[in-house]
């Protein structure tokens, strides 16, 4: 199958971090103007992407943090979410997006930063891409399963204030060291008041963590997945998923970045497909794992051998599992 007809295919994409998906020649002019020494493009490289299965988490985290120092100013966000959601389009023709975000993880760094105007940035940079393109887009916001319930329910109600700018909320970070059942609570309360819920769930390979997907689908109401990777290995996770048609978020290429997968030949992708789970196809971090959704599926296409029909079939569960409203939908992607 050719490039090219990848490409045109219309795609949905549901699980993207907006922080970590930046535009990689903006990035680095960003960091050289902070006086980085990135000028070569393979030091750009070292200091930002992960371009290889990652081998110790300290080295991951000091490229997060290297992107988190340099997206300093309102102005930035607004700029990143824009060519986040041009590239999107550009690149893999992505009709509807969703982008999530953690207010506490820039404003942890930029204390000169302030929630409220970054949200307003986030949604400048949407309108001017949603202007622009056939395209819709929708904000998840994030809370951080490694700070306390009480700095979430902070965030949480930040949120629930700001909701008629949210479509969702979801909960990240490391699954291992913090269950999820803690914040339980404040996800009840936010699908109370009519968000859309999805929680990173069953996405490390560790002993036990398919059951993860069932405290978010049974204690937070998780409406879909972020990732689920492991239900493969608990056959009644997969068989509650098909069941009730949860969407799994899976994202192929971050989770062999990760290790959540030996490679790519040996993901479950098509294995939780022909099980009867509705999977949806996703990049999680284009620009730290340097991956735009067209190549995601050209990589289901080389190593899994899905076919184009398969491709579209995961597209139309994921418009149907997106939190935008049907209203917008339509107008960028008709029945
Ligand atoms: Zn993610």
């Not at 204030?161 to 970070?173: C, N, S, T």
């Not at 608990?234 to 290790?259: F, H, I, M, Q, Y």
């Not at 029909?309 to 049907?326: G, M, T, V, Y």
Request: contains cysteine; negative net charge.
């Amino acid at each position: 199958m050719r490039y090219d007809d990848l490409k045109r295919m219309p795609k949905v994409e549901l699980h993207c971090h907006l922080e970590l998906a930046f535009r990689k020649s903006t990035l680095r002019r960003w960091a050289l103007d902070k006086g980085m020494e990135v000028a070569r493009e393979e030091d750009f490289d070292r200091e930002f992407l992960i371009k290889a299965p990652m081998d110790d988490l300290p080295t991951v985290l000091h490229k997060f943090l290297n992107t988190r120092d340099v997206i300093d100013t309102e102005a930035k966000v607004e700029q990143l979410t824009f060519e986040a959601c041009e590239d999107m389009f550009l690149q893999s023709n992505v009709r509807i997006l969703e982008l999530r975000y953690a207010p506490s993880f820039l404003l942890d760094a930029h204390p000169t930063m302030d929630a409220d105007r970054m949200l307003e940035a986030i949604l400048r940079g949407m309108a001017r891409a949603e202007a622009a393109y056939p395209m819709v887009v929708g904000l998840i916001g994030l809370l951080q399963r490694i700070k306390s319930v009480k700095d979430n329910a902070y965030w949480c109600d930040w949120i629930l204030e700001h909701k008629a700018h949210f479509v969702g909320m979801d909960l990240a970070d490391d699954e291992v060291s913090y269950p999820a059942y803690p914040f339980a609570t404040l996800f009840q309360k936010a699908k109370n008041q009519g968000l859309g819920i999805t929680v990173h769930a069953g996405e490390p390979h560790v002993p036990g963590a398919a059951k993860n997907i069932l405290i978010a689908l049974d204690e937070l109401g998780a409406d879909r997945i972020g990732h689920g990777v492991q239900a493969i290995h608990d056959a009644g996770v997969v068989a509650r998923l098909a069941k009730d048609g949860v969407p799994l978020e899976l994202c192929p290429w971050s989770n062999v970045l990760t290790r959540a997968v030996l490679d790519l030949k040996s993901h479950p992708f098509k294995r939780l497909m022909d099980a009867g789970v509705r999977t949806t196809l996703n990049t999680d971090d284009p620009g730290v794992m340097d991956i735009t959704l067209t190549q995601e599926c050209e990589n289901l296409i080389q190593h899994l051998n899905l076919r184009l029909e398969d491709l579209e079939r995961c597209n139309k569960w994921a418009r149907q599992a997106s939190f935008i409203s049907k209203q917008r939908i339509q107008q960028v992607w008709p029945d």
